[in-house]
């Protein structure tokens, strides 16, 4: 079955822990991204990877790292969270970054940071 | 500068209404697509229609149909004889192939609630 997996699913932390969320695709896409959800401000993107080693920030990546060591994978960081950064988190992938394409989206991982 | 306007914060309807969600998009660009995608209250993200620029034909799904209207930039969605299995968030997204980031911009939603 095709998808994109998120772990964990809910995470409760406190300010300045480390974290990953993972994200990995079975559907060998180049293309991956991350976005927040927030209410009232919908899902913005705050990185993106059109391939293995190649990433760059979206619209909202500060406090936030990513990788993209293998083509399946791409890990979000937060290298010290603060409470701004609790929110509703989206992995996505599609075939390429041209957005014709359907992005398929994680099932969302749900962080709270105290 | 793109942008994706959903005006309906919340809109509640009772079951077998048809209800109609809105969505107005900003582009400059001749080349773009529409999205609709609903998150129920599971939370997870459903893909529902992908449309391009250069088709202005209304899609029909079910009890699901869309109107794409590029002389009002608009790109609506209705759904025939509401079920409460409806009732999540609706979000219009739009994309252009230009935009080297290749994300979609998604409007703030519409949060549908259909009661019994």
């Known amino acids: 079955e095709a998808q994109v997996t998120q772990n964990p699913r809910y995470l409760i932390t406190v300010t300045g822990k480390k974290l990953t969320v993972t994200c990995s695709q079975n559907?060998?896409?180049?293309?991956m991204s991350w976005y927040r959800q927030d209410p009232g401000l919908g899902l913005r993107q705050i990185y993106y990877?059109?391939?293995?080693?190649?990433?760059d920030k979206g619209d909202v990546p500060e406090g936030y790292k990513v990788s993209r060591k293998e083509k399946r994978n791409f890990p979000l960081i937060l290298e010290s969270p603060s409470p701004n950064q609790t929110s509703l988190y989206f992995c996505?992938?599609?075939?390429?970054?041209?957005?014709?394409?359907?992005?398929?989206f994680g099932p969302g991982t749900r962080l709270t940071v105290t | 500068a793109q942008k994706v306007t959903q005006a309906q914060t919340e809109i509640s309807v009772v079951e077998k209404e048809d209800v109609t969600l809105d969505c107005v998009y900003e582009?400059?660009?001749?080349?773009?697509?529409l999205f609709w995608y609903k998150q129920p209250p599971s939370g997870e993200l459903v893909f529902l229609i992908r449309?391009?620029?250069?088709?202005?034909q209304n899609e029909i799904s079910g009890r699901y149909s869309w109107n794409f209207q590029k002389s009002t930039s608009s790109f609506n969605f209705t759904i025939t004889a509401s079920q409460v299995v409806d009732s999540a968030v609706y979000f219009c997204?739009?994309?252009?192939?230009?935009?080297?980031?290749?994300?979609?911009?998604f409007g703030k939603g519409t949060k549908l609630s259909v009661k019994p």
């Open positions: 582009t400059r660009d001749t080349t773009y697509y």
């Open positions: 997204a739009l994309s252009n192939q230009r935009r080297s980031q290749g994300n979609l911009i």
């Open positions: 990877s059109m391939n293995v080693e190649v990433t």
């Open positions: 559907m060998n896409h180049e293309y």
């Open positions: 996505a992938s599609s075939l390429d970054r041209y957005t014709s394409y359907e992005q398929y």
């Open positions: 449309r391009n620029s250069f088709d202005e």
